[in-house]
């Protein structure tokens, strides 16, 4: 049945692919986290494997909502690892890391989230597609509180 929410097929296609990079650089940051999450060791390991574990799990309800909104403009959400890795920016950890590695590279990937997230905002505007538009407004004023409180941990 087709779409009919006053955006164009075109637009949607479009809405969909852009929404498809968020999807796997979120879910990547999510996998990430939550690695980091259970091997983390050292002196900061509770407030760290507390502050990881608020984290994974807001990114967690994130890919849920992302995926779903790929689905309201009427395209299927690629879910696959191999989709998550050929559409990510969000770079694998290479082996073990010492806690303030983990904080920097998680901190990394909020920033590239929100940094790419925010000309999608004009963009969706532009479709008049206010819901993906606010769901990106949302998620990036998340990010950034994400990357403050990591940047926190690494300020002396």
């Not at 509770?46 to 995926?67: G, R, S, T």
Request: contains cysteine; hydrophobic residues 45%; glycine residues 4%.
């Amino acid at each position: 049945m087709e779409v009919q929410l006053g955006i164009s097929k075109p637009a949607c296609k479009s809405i969909a692919e852009a929404m498809q990079k968020v999807l796997a650089d979120t879910y990547a940051l999510y996998l990430k986290t939550q690695n980091f999450h259970w091997n983390l060791i050292g002196p900061e390991f509770f407030p760290l494997h507390l502050l990881f574990e608020k984290q994974y799990e807001d990114l967690a309800d994130a890919v849920d909502e992302i995926a779903e909104r790929i689905r309201a403009v009427g395209f299927y959400a690629e879910a696959s690892f191999s989709a998550f890795a050929k559409n990510t920016t969000i770079s694998e950890p290479k082996g073990k890391l010492e806690s303030k590695k983990m904080v920097k590279e998680l901190l990394e990937g909020h920033e590239l989230i929100a940094r790419e997230g925010k000309p999608l905002i004009r963009k969706f505007q532009e479709f008049h597609d206010e819901a993906s538009a606010d769901l990106l407004i949302k998620r990036l004023g998340i990010h950034e509180k994400a990357a403050w409180m990591l940047r926190a941990h690494l300020e002396v």
